[in-house]
């Protein structure tokens, strides 16, 4: 079972920054925090994964509260192209993803 | 390309009938899964090798799916007697490291519609 807990949808305005946010509070200390997104008809494409402090890359950032049971993916100017489902999963290094439902954010112009 | 290729990209099947996907994964990558994606939900664990080896199967693997790598290279999943709520989208997946760190490339799936 989806140990994490996600909006259903949002929207974002074309250009602005995209946040969006993942509830984990029974997040274990070795598990990890993964975002991944998937463009309609196409594979799920691997974002980022952070522990404890916030982690930043081409794509996106990464926000982890201190406590852990909570996190925010940060696409900082969203464009049309990040339209997508956008699945935070926890797990720890040797299990396997676990894909919740996911939240499908729409950018729009 | 060298991403993870599936093979039929969409096949239509009557009920009974069996049916294969090829997954060629990125090469040198040891780890390979297969995932089935339902309309509306997120990827669900089938199976996953570590090499040529089956390591973990799901209970959602039923004696109708076998899969199999040969030589550690690519793979197939094979449904048997097929049945309409086999209709999905059928993922694989590769990661190099030894360790499973989560990083997965996915291919694009191969659809089956059961009719």
């Known amino acids: 079972d989806a140990k994490t807990t996600q909006p259903p949808s949002m929207d974002c305005a074309e250009g602005r920054a995209a946040n969006l946010p993942c509830n984990h509070s029974?997040?274990?200390?070795?598990?990890?925090v993964y975002w991944y997104r998937q463009i309609h008809s196409q594979g799920p494409q691997y974002i980022i994964h952070?522990?404890?402090n916030n982690e930043t890359n081409e794509m996106a950032s990464l926000i982890i509260t201190e406590d852990r049971k909570s996190s925010t993916l940060i696409l900082p100017h969203a464009t049309l192209r990040d339209t997508a489902v956008y699945y935070c999963?926890?797990?720890?290094?040797?299990?396997?993803?676990?894909f919740g439902a996911g939240t499908i954010l729409r950018v729009k112009s | 390309d060298t991403g993870v290729s599936q093979n039929p990209r969409h096949k239509i099947t009557k009920r009974g009938q069996n049916v294969t996907f090829r997954c060629d994964p990125i090469?040198?990558?040891?780890?390979l899964y297969w995932y089935r994606q339902t309309l509306g939900q997120g990827p669900e664990f089938l199976t996953y090798?570590?090499?040529?080896?089956?390591?973990?199967k799901s209970r959602l693997l039923s004696d109708r799916f076998s899969a199999e790598r040969p030589k550690g290279s690519f793979s197939t999943l094979e449904i048997q007697r097929t049945e309409q709520g086999d209709s999905a989208m059928y993922l694989c997946?590769?990661?190099?490291?030894?360790?499973?760190?989560?990083?997965?490339?996915f291919g694009e799936g191969s659809r089956l519609t059961v009719l």
């Open positions: 997946a590769s990661s190099l490291r030894q360790e499973n760190t989560g990083e997965l490339f």
């Open positions: 029974t997040i274990s200390g070795n598990e990890y």
């Open positions: 952070g522990l404890k």
């Open positions: 999963i926890v797990m720890e290094y040797g299990n396997k993803l676990v």
């Open positions: 090469s040198e990558h040891n780890r």
């Open positions: 090798f570590q090499n040529e080896a089956q390591l973990e």
